[in-house]
């Protein structure tokens, strides 16, 4: 067992990114570590930022979130380091990972930015893994739009990507 707290919240991150082949949100990450009264916030947060800043994680910030994946150094860092992580702390992550359904998952992604157009694109994609199933860039006017739609994107997603994969196999001609 490490006698360094940091280094173990390290590892158990790049475990826990190695267990899902997609990204893991920071309130993902934050919940399992404050469910189990691993580690404060604020020390997660600075595990997670010393763990970007050696390259062993990347991470991918929109207006609401931050996704964390981990490199392939982090992956070889991992392979070499394991076994310094307990089995009961493996368990724990294992058991999240299960319960919360965080393996294989489809992951959707929203955000929107200003174009050099002036008007706002807001792009809104779904992922399998780390795959895109579909991604959907829409101009719009004005800001307050493109936050709106870009927000409404977790609760719409499934009814457009069925629409739009139902009017493209279709053999009807409209």
């Known amino acids: 067992m490490l006698s360094e707290p940091m280094t173990l ?10 267990k899902v082949n997609f990204p893991l949100t920071n309130a993902q990450l934050t919940d399992f570590f404050l469910q189990h009264e691993y580690a404060s916030y604020f020390t997660l947060q600075q595990a997670l930022g010393e763990l970007k800043d050696s390259g062993l994680i990347h991470a991918e910030s929109t207006h609401s979130t931050t996704r964390y994946e981990i490199t392939r150094e982090g992956e070889e860092t991992l392979t070499f380091f394991e076994n310094n992580i307990s089995p009961a702390i493996i368990e724990d992550m294992d058991t999240y990972l299960k319960e919360n359904r965080l393996r294989n998952e489809v992951s959707l992604v929203s955000d929107y930015y200003k174009s050099t157009s002036q008007d706002y694109i807001v792009h809104c994609e779904v992922r399998e893994g780390r795959s895109p199933l579909i991604e959907l860039n829409l101009s719009v006017p004005d800001r307050e739009q493109a936050a709106a ?7 719409k997603s499934k009814e457009i990507y069925s629409f739009i994969m139902k009017s493209l196999m279709s053999e009807e001609e409209t």
């Open 149 to 155: 739609m870009s927000s409404r994107w977790e609760h």
């Open 9 to 18: 919240y390290k590892l158990m991150n790049l475990y826990m990114l190695k």
